[in-house]
């Protein structure tokens, strides 16, 4: 269990899960990136320099929709659907099959070489409110850095982390090249919170 869970007014502000997968295997199950659907993020204010997405798994009824409705799309329902483009990869495929909790939505997010995402919060998205939000880096370098709560997480690509979105978080891209990560929003479970409460390698604040 990670050694700073220490109070019970504690929560989460990020925990590696004990889930890993091929990179590579992933981006080779794919088209090549420069060929995908990218949108920009709606939420400018947020970020300098270019912060795109491609929607995998989206609303059901948004299904036929514009990618930008796709991959933002506020609206609260119930019933999911996988993309051609995550249906077509079965190494994605397998990624979803692995987790054991509702999975809602799952889109590819890139920022751009030399890019930032600034401090800024996403209210409710927590395991103790029932959403979670899963990192899983397809490509990155030691000059990503992800921030939590002004710590750093130690993210690598092929591992699988919980990020509490409802702490501050914030993102710089200083490497030269492109960060990609595979982005899952999910319901919490039993499963989840254990993967969290007992994981070695994490943070509580």
């Known amino acids: ?7 019970s007014s504690q929560v989460a ?8 997968f091929s990179p590579l295997d992933i981006l080779n ?8 659907p990218w949108v920009p993020h709606v939420n ?19 299904k036929s929709a514009h990618e930008i409705l796709q991959s933002f799309s506020i609206d609260q329902g119930e019933h999911w659907t996988n993309l051609a483009l ?8 397998e990624v979803l099959a692995s987790l054991p909790c509702p999975v809602k939505a799952v889109r590819l997010m890139r920022l751009r070489a030399g890019a ?14 029932g ?10 370098d030691e000059h990503l850095i992800f921030n939590v709560a002004d710590h750093r997480v130690p993210m690598q690509c092929g591992e699988l982390w919980y990020l509490n979105a409802n702490m501050t978080h914030s993102v710089h891209n200083r490497s ?3 960060r990609i990560n595979v982005v899952i929003d999910c319901q919490s479970n039993a499963w989840l919170t254990h993967q969290v409460y007992n994981s070695a390698n994490c943070l509580w604040v």
């Open 44 to 62: 400018t204010q947020h970020y300098q320099g270019q912060w795109d997405v491609v929607p995998l798994r989206c609303q059901a009824h948004h």
């Open 29 to 36: 199950s794919l088209p090549e990136l420069t060929t995908l």
């Open 131 to 140: 959403e979670a939000r899963l990192h899983l880096p397809l490509r990155s």
């Open 116 to 129: 930032e995402i600034k401090p800024h919060q996403d209210p409710g998205l927590v395991l103790e409110f």
């Open 176 to 178: 030269t090249e492109d």
């Open 1 to 7: 269990m990670c050694q700073n869970h220490q109070l």
């Open 13 to 20: 502000a990020f925990a590696q899960l004990s889930l890993c």
């Open 86 to 93: 995550l249906q077509n990869s079965h190494a994605l495929v």
